[in-house]
Nanobody, 121 residues
Framework: QVQVVESGGGLVQPGGSLRLSCAAS????????MRWYRQAPGKQRELVTA???????NYADSVKGRFTISRDNANNTLYLQMNSLKPEDTAVYYC???????????????WGQGTQVTVSS
């Protein structure tokens, strides 16, 4: 089994910063792409950013220049540094990991439970 757990959310004022973390654990052989999604109230879940195992990244236009994704492959951990936060960044942020694991030697996506980020004065 594979578990994915996010942490680091909270309440921050506009213009502030937060750093989210996502730890994957379990019978992991390889983690391919890792992604951050977010879902605001009344809206669909959207892809925020992604990073491959070799460090290639992409970002949604709405967060380019403000958010930075990174990963620690040795510890199966994903990060999201969020700067210059805006009220419209308020959402539940979800980590997604594409994992190849035992005992089934299968490749599938795993989701965390989400962490709330609220940007408000």
């Amino acid at each position: 089994q594979v578990q994915v757990v996010e942490s680091g959310g909270g309440l921050v004022q506009p213009g502030g910063s937060l750093r989210l973390s996502c730890a994957a654990s379990g019978n992991i052989l390889i983690i391919y792409v890792m992604r951050w999604y977010r879902q605001a109230p009344g809206k669909q879940r959207e892809l925020v950013t992604a990073i491959t195992s070799d460090g290639s990244t992409n970002y949604a236009d709405s967060v380019k220049g403000r958010f930075t994704i990174s990963r620690d492959n040795a510890n199966n951990t994903l990060y999201l540094q969020m700067n210059s936060l805006k009220p419209e960044d308020t959402a539940v942020y979800y980590c997604n990991a594409e994992v190849y694991s035992t005992p089934n030697y299968s490749r599938r996506n795993y989701w965390g439970q989400g962490t709330q980020v609220t940007v408000s004065s």
